[in-house]
């Protein structure tokens, strides 16, 4: 390794500790109807935050549910034609349960696919194979829809996190079912667990609870 590099990865370092937090936290959509989006968001479950309608002005902000990121949409919020955003990822821990729940809301919603090509996921010209990912790979099955103004937005499951991903000392479940997933994930591993040990494991909720941690922040998994 040169000493550019050497002084480069020094500097990044440098340059990383001193950076602030910066949550993302809105994304603006392009709609043309406000009302109709509003309806849209509200029918599948998304809480309604703000409402503000001044002169000619108009802003709603919805948060999916266990989203730490909002949406806003309104009057004059950005010059992208309605419809334009794209590939908004959702990232749910069951990709067929979250999908059956939309269609009982009436959103017309893909398969649930994954990618026989890279990218396949943002365009549907025929990357798309069928079913989740093999082996239920985190990261790897996806199910499209789109709103009103065509808008699209993607649900992407994932139950363990790549590495550096989550901070393990801030580890948290957005919601019951979240956790409740978790949950049943750790209970599948703890059962092989004790087959290779051979016997039952009275400490099982310590297990669980490495386990569920490590596999939100990405860490390597108890056997």
């Not at 509003?38 to 309604?48: A, C, N, S, T």
């Not at 890279?118 to 985190?138: C, E, I, L, Q, W």
């Not at 808008?151 to 994932?158: A, D, S």
Request: glycine fraction near 10%; include cysteine; hydrophobic fraction near 40%.
């Amino acid at each position: 390794m040169s000493s550019v590099d050497v002084s480069s990865e020094r500097a990044n370092e440098a340059h990383e500790a001193e950076v602030a937090d910066m949550k993302l936290e809105i994304v603006v959509l392009p709609v043309s109807d406000i009302d109709r989006a509003k309806q849209f968001y509200e029918g599948i479950g998304w809480r309604l935050d703000a409402n503000v309608a001044a002169d000619d002005f108009r802003l709603v902000q919805l948060t999916p549910p266990g989203s730490g990121c909002s949406i806003q949409f309104g009057t004059d919020l950005t010059s992208a034609a309605p419809g334009s955003a794209q590939g908004l990822h959702l990232v749910v821990s069951n990709v067929e349960a979250a999908r059956e729940e939309l269609v009982a809301l009436g959103v017309e919603v893909s398969d649930v696919f994954h990618e026989g090509a890279r990218g396949a996921r943002f365009h549907d010209t025929g990357g798309r194979v069928n079913g989740p990912a093999p082996d239920r790979k985190s990261y790897g099955s996806f199910a499209a829809f789109s709103d009103r103004d065509g808008n699209g937005w993607l649900l992407q499951e994932v139950t363990t996190r790549l590495p550096g991903r989550v901070d393990e000392d801030t580890t948290s479940f957005a919601s019951v079912s979240d956790l409740a997933s978790a949950m049943r994930r750790a209970s599948a591993a703890h059962g092989k667990h004790e087959e290779r040990i051979g016997h039952a494991d009275a400490n099982w909720p310590d297990w669980y609870a490495e386990y569920m941690v490590r596999e939100q922040s990405g860490g390597e998994l108890p056997t």
